[in-house]
T-cell receptor, first 116, second 113 residues
Framework: EAGVTQFPSHSVIEKGQTVTLRCDPI?????LYWYRRVMGKEIKFLLH????????ESGMPNNRFLAERTGGTYSTLKVQPAELEDSGVYFC??????????????FGPGTRLTVL | SQQGEEDPQALSIQEGENATMNCSYK?????LQWYRQNSGRGLVHLIL?????REKHSGRLRVTLDTSKKSSSLLITASRAADTASYFC?????????????FGKGTLLTVNP
């Protein structure tokens, strides 16, 4: 069984540019989560999809971040325009449904975003 | 302390020794999970323990959970150099449909050959 994959592994962009991160969850996992870790801080939750619906987006920092999961398969996270403080590692995780039984979350390798 | 705070922050041991890491949290939880992160890589899921469980084993790993103290420990027995990594505990709060994980800052374990 393939694990969670993320693309790209690294991205270096200028402040003000747009970046789109992609996550492919484990096949059959309805739950998809985005997290990020900025330098020196804890890994923080961003949002949670159940299939194509946003279940919880309480962790999204501001409206420069837009996450989508069309068709309930892969997800994208777009940052537009990027700011310096957006630099960090963005992780995607997936888990089976229902969440209250199967909340083992399996993480991808992360995308390291550097905003210059 | 913060939700899912690990202790110690760093631990250095010799190969073959046991390593114990602790985690404290603040709210009632459904589950507590431990993850490992090797330098520059993704998070690897190690083990999940449910709030109604007290102890769980997986290979050389032993996890305990004390919900009355809101704490958990991860024991790695007979450590190997390959166990060198950062270890994180993560909790999800009980109640409602909130399954997001809250992480601590992690324990950096170094196993010297």
């Amino acid at each position: 069984e393939a694990g969670v994959t993320q693309f790209p592994s690294h991205s270096v962009i200028e402040k003000g540019q747009t970046v789109t991160l992609r996550c492919d969850p484990i096949s059959g996992h309805d739950n998809l989560y985005w997290y990020r870790r900025v330098m020196g801080k804890e890994i923080k939750f961003l949002l949670h999809f159940v299939k194509e619906s946003k279940q919880d987006e309480s962790g999204m920092p501001n409206n420069r971040f837009l996450a989508e999961r069309t068709g309930g398969t892969y997800s994208t996270l777009k940052v537009q325009p990027a700011e310096l403080e957006d630099s960090g590692v963005y992780f995607c995780a997936s888990s089976r449904a229902p969440s209250y039984v199967y909340n083992e979350q399996f993480f991808g390798p992360g995308t390291r975003l550097t905003v210059l | 302390s913060q939700q899912g705070e690990e202790d110690p922050q760093a631990l250095s041991i010799q190969e073959g020794e046991n390593a114990t890491m602790n985690c404290s949290y603040k709210t009632s939880i459904n589950n507590l999970q431990w993850y490992r992160q090797n330098s520059g890589r993704g998070l690897v899921h190690l083990i999940l323990i449910r709030s109604n469980e007290r102890e769980k084993h997986s290979g050389r790993l032993r996890v305990t959970l004390d919900t009355s103290k809101k704490s958990s420990s991860l024991l790695i027995t007979a450590s190997r150099a390959a166990d060198t990594a950062s270890y994180f505990c993560a909790t999800d709060e009980s109640g409602g449909s909130n399954y997001k994980l809250t992480f601590g800052k992690g324990t950096l374990l170094t196993v010297n050959p």
